[in-house]
Structure formats: C-alpha cells, structure tokens
C-alpha cells in the first residue's frame, strides 16, 4: 500500500479548497445581490445538492483510478462510473421532475438538462483522470530519475574503484623494474608512492576535490615515473591555474598520465611526455603529448580499460560538457586534449 506524503495531503487539500470555492461562488452571489441570508442559505443548498453527484463522481475516480484504470480493468472502471452516475443523477431529477405534471417542453427541457448534466459528470471523470495521471506520471518520472541517478552513481563508484588497482598495478610494475636498476631511488619510490596512495584512498571518497589536489597528486605521480627514466626521456609537467580550489572529478585523468609512461617511453630510444594542466574561465584543460610506441602483437601489459573508464566517467559525471582529441601527429606524437566547460 502506498505511504500517504505530504505532496499527498497538500494536493487533496487544495482541491477541497477548490470545490469550496465553486459552491461558495452562488452563495456569495446571491449576497451582494440580495443580502437576504435565508436566501443564501437557500442557494447553498441548492448549490450542495446539485454539485452532490459531481462531487461524489470525482473523488470517487481517485479510487477507481488506482484500483481499477491503471490496472487495465476498463470495463469496471467504466461500468461503476455508469453505476455512479445513473444512481446520482436519476435521483436528483426524478424528486425535482417527475412529481409533477409537465407539459411536453417541459419534458424535453429536463432530459436536455439530464444529458447536459451527465456531460458535466463525464467531465468531472475526465478531470480526475487528467489529474491523477498527471500525478502519476510526475511520480514515475521521478522515480526513474532517482534510479538512473543510484545507477549512475553505482557505476561512477565502480570505475572508480578499477581505477585504483590498475594505478596500484602499474606503479608497481615501474618500481619493480627500478629495483634492478637503482634500489635506493626504488626505496624512494615506495615512499611517494605511499604518498599517492593516502590521497588516492582517503581524500578521493567525493564527486569532485579540489584542483589543487589532483594537481599536486599528478606532479608527485609524474615525478615518480621520471626515476625510472633514463637520460633519453624529456619529461615535463607544467600548470596554469587560476582557480586552485576549483572543483573536479577525483583521479580523471591519472590512467592517461600513466600510459604516456607506458607506452610512450622507451630506454633505447629518444622519448618524451609533455603533460599541461591549463584551467581559465571555470574551463579545465588537460593535454598530454607522449611518443608514440605502439605495443607490439605479443605485448599483454595493458588492456586499455583505464582509457575506456576515463571516457565513461567523463560521459556520466560531464554529459555535453567535455572534448575529447585523439591523433597521432606528423612526427609520431601521440596527442591527447581534454577540455572540460563549464
């Protein structure tokens, strides 16, 4: 059974006030014209007994509605509206009518009002099934809207959450290698690494965290990355921020940063990563320009899934709000912007 809320309340409410308000109108005519108060009275009785049936029929529909029309049960919906109708009316006309002689126009003029009446009670069935399936409708619009806002909501903390184990996996994988090579910068490694990890864990549990933060949480990732770069790797990263406290979407653009690493450096070749973090105008920019060394047919490192979560995050959390530029340049850049608007 349905909770009964306020909306519910304020709505029946308002429609007593509007029912009020019709029956009052006669009444209140016939004050000013008259100022007769057994007038009145008279015409708030005549006014009450014939609005009886109206009233009865529209209120009634509020329950056949729930219980009948919206469960497909027309015939019954329609048959007790017959009922309803039949029994009201034929009552009022029979006891104001039929008691007494009448010429045939006069006759004629009572079945005109019969018909005109029972259209005004078909209108009051229409106005209660106008309302309350606009009422129905708003309802199953929000409902649907607060499901699709958990579902997204869900899937945003999902991709989240896979975001976390590849950054761990990767990261893992370069002080691994730099083990072999230079085991105090390894150490030093595993120590800003702990850095990255308490912020990844305790100060990314929100929608959006400052700018400030993920900026410094990309500079000390990128200088991470560069122990393990030899002499023939450029790597820079440079900021332009006018609004540190800006908000933004935690770890957007981390699975980026690290395959610039991955696949855009090598230690026998020249190699370089260019990553730009430009934010003007409440607009946030992010640009990251690496080599470009494809992974070969037997190389499995990777699966691309931090690109597919960054760009489904992006769909979900900035819907019409971002571009996204992909090329691989003249000179073998591989070129990615970001370009998020307000």
Known sequence: MKKIGKKDILLLVMQLAVWAAIISVPALTAYVTTHDWKNVRATTWATVFMLQSPLVIYFANFYLLHHLFFRRRYVWFALLNLVLMLGLNFGLFYIRYFTHNMPYFAKLNMYMGLFVFMLFNCAMIATAVGIRHFMRTNRLKQQLAEQRQKTTEAELAWLKNQINPHFLFNTLNNISSLTQIDPDKAQEAIAQLSDLLRYAMYET????????????????????????????????????????????????????????????????????????MVQRDNALTFTCDNTNYPKSDTDRSGSGIGIENTRRRLQLLYPGRFDWQQEVTADNIYHTQITIRP
């Open 205 to 276: 549990d929100k929608q959006d965290v400052p700018l400030r933060g993920e900026v410094e949480f990309m500079r000390n990732y990128v200088e991470l990355m560069r122990l393990r770069c030899n002499s023939k790797t450029s790597v820079e990263f440079t900021t332009d921020i006018e609004n540190e406290q800006a908000p933004v979407a935690p770890l957007l653009f981390i699975s980026l940063v690290e395959n610039a690493f991955k696949h855009g450096t090598s230690t026998s070749r020249p190699s370089l990563v260019n990553i730009s």
